[in-house]
């Protein structure tokens, strides 16, 4: 299993709508969690952590369920400036922060 | 407000050519790094330095070198040039140590293609 996964997407979605993603990690002694938004051609940028008992941020909500070892994502009331690839980061405590392959969210009007 | 700071934003190499690619950082932060990304493989850790003086291997170290000059930059060498180097390089920084719960601000990108 590998360190970080996520599914590559691309979620397409209307204006509106709600859109989750998840991301799943093998390594059970992972602290940290934190989500990335990357826009096409630009660099990472962080979006949120994730913390133990859950955190929302606007439109934006983050969960970690522990004993399934996944994080996840949820966007609501989708906007168009929502397009992006969002990648999943996970630090496993022994090393640096391992990123996922990202999951590609398409708005559309 | 500067962040982070990498030099150029493109490069074109020929196998075999060497090249340094610079990053500077004005936050203050303590630890920086060295990452790649290409299409399917998502962001891989060439090299990161927790302090001044200081670097480590990441997951992909073979064919670079990097130099932590003083606190605020962290440069990243090719010697000798590949195609399989031809990558977007991102270069980031962190307030805290690389394994603490301290998020990365990244620079631009530099976009290197090798022939």
């Known amino acids: ?109 | 407000n500067a962040g982070v700071t990498q030099t150029p934003k493109f490069q074109v190499l020929k196998t075999g050519q060497s090249m340094t690619l610079q990053c500077a950082q004005d936050m203050n932060h303590n630890s920086m790094y060295w990452y790649r990304q290409d299409p399917g493989m998502g962001l891989r850790l060439i090299y990161y330095s927790a302090s001044e003086g200081t670097t480590d291997k990441g997951e992909v170290p073979n064919g670079y070198n990097v130099s932590r000059l003083n606190k605020r930059e962290f440069s990243l060498r090719l010697e000798s040039a590949a195609p399989s180097q031809t990558s977007v390089y991102f270069c980031a920084s962190s307030e805290g140590a690389a394994t603490s719960n301290s998020p990365l601000h990244f620079g631009n990108g530099t976009r290197l293609t090798v022939t």
Not at chain 1, 21 to 48: G, H, I, V
Not at chain 1, 82 to 96: E, F, K, Q
């Open chain 1, 1 to 109: 299993r590998k360190e970080v996964e996520q599914d590559p997407g691309p979620f397409n979605v209307p204006e509106g709508a709600t859109v989750a993603f998840n991301c799943t990690y093998s390594n059970s002694a992972s602290q940290s969690f934190f989500w990335y938004r990357q826009d096409c051609r630009k660099e990472p940028k962080l979006l949120m952590s994730v913390y133990s008992s859950g955190n929302e941020d606007g439109r934006f909500t983050a969960q970690l369920n522990r004993a399934s070892q996944y994080i996840s994502l949820l966007i609501r009331d989708s906007k168009l400036s929502d397009s992006a690839t969002y990648l999943c980061v996970v630090i496993p405590g022994y090393s640096t922060l391992t990123f996922g392959k990202g999951t590609m969210l398409l708005v559309s009007p």
